[in-house]
């Protein structure tokens, strides 16, 4: 049950677009087409945002996308907006009941 | 509205014991299953386990079986995390989240919805 990886760090202006990745093994995100994302605020709870590689719970912006390719699957979040800036952690089904979630991306808007 | 608290979060000697719980409300707590999901200082989130809508099947990280319990009371709509044997690396927020289907792995598969604010354990000398 290794953590899936993220990059550390991502960043853009507003208006512009930033994808993050989410990479694991066939034993999880390539395995199964159930990744999702959650949006953490600092000191706050985690924010349901995909579910199923690519769908919008209601009440989440159509500004945020999900797709997957192989092992790897990509959030990306579009229209930059101030109140995007925040941690963003993938999680996948690994089989045997079991989940991970990925190391977190601290997205900045510049 | 669709509400999750958590208490029963601490100091504790390593070794020692804790018990947490998840009050829910505003929805029909025994149709979805429900997880523990924990978050060290300044760390990343870590599944620890889960529980299906029924309470019948239970799942663990492996860095947790064996020494913590999940448990779900639905006439109380709350749910539980017994946890043993507490070492210094299991200290962290304990978040409850809710599931969107009742099945074990339904967490994971197809989300956790909703989630309460988190109670702080620290397993320390």
């Known amino acids: 049950q290794s953590a899936l990886t993220q990059p550390p760090s991502a960043s853009g202006s507003p208006g512009q677009s930033v994808t993050i990745s989410c990479t694991g093994t066939?034993?999880?995100?390539?395995?199964?087409?159930?990744v999702s994302w959650y949006q953490q605020h600092p000191g706050k709870a985690p924010k349901f945002m995909i579910y199923?590689?690519?769908k919008r719970p209601s009440g989440v912006p159509d500004r945020f996308s999900g797709s997957k390719s192989g092992n790897t699957a990509s959030l990306t979040v579009s229209g930059l907006q101030a109140e995007d800036e925040a941690d963003y952690y993938c999680?996948?089904?690994?089989?045997?009941?079991?989940?991970?979630f990925g190391t977190g991306t601290k997205v900045t808007v510049l | 509205e669709v509400q999750l608290l958590e208490s029963g979060g601490g100091l504790v000697q390593p070794g020692g014991s804790l018990r947490l719980s998840c009050a829910a409300s505003?929805?029909?707590?025994?149709?979805?299953?429900m997880s523990w999901v924990r978050q060290a200082p300044g760390e990343g989130l870590e599944w620890v386990s889960a529980?299906?809508?029924?309470?019948?099947?239970?799942s663990y990280a492996d860095s947790v079986k064996g020494r913590f319990t999940i448990s779900r009371d639905n006439s109380k709509y709350t749910m539980y995390l017994q946890m043993n044997s507490l070492r210094a690396e299991d200290t962290a927020v304990y978040f409850c989240?809710?599931?969107?289907?009742?099945?074990?792995?339904?967490?994971?598969?197809?989300?956790?919805?909703?989630w309460g604010q988190g109670t702080t354990v620290t397993v320390s000398s």
């Open positions: 199923e590689v690519s």
């Open positions: 999680s996948s089904y690994a089989g045997s009941n079991k989940g991970v």
């Open positions: 529980i299906s809508g029924s309470g019948a099947s239970t």
């Open positions: 989240a809710k599931g969107t289907c009742s099945g074990v792995s339904c967490p994971h598969s197809y989300g956790m919805d909703v």
């Open positions: 505003g929805f029909t707590f025994s149709n979805y299953a």
């Open positions: 066939s034993s999880d995100v390539g395995g199964y087409n159930y």
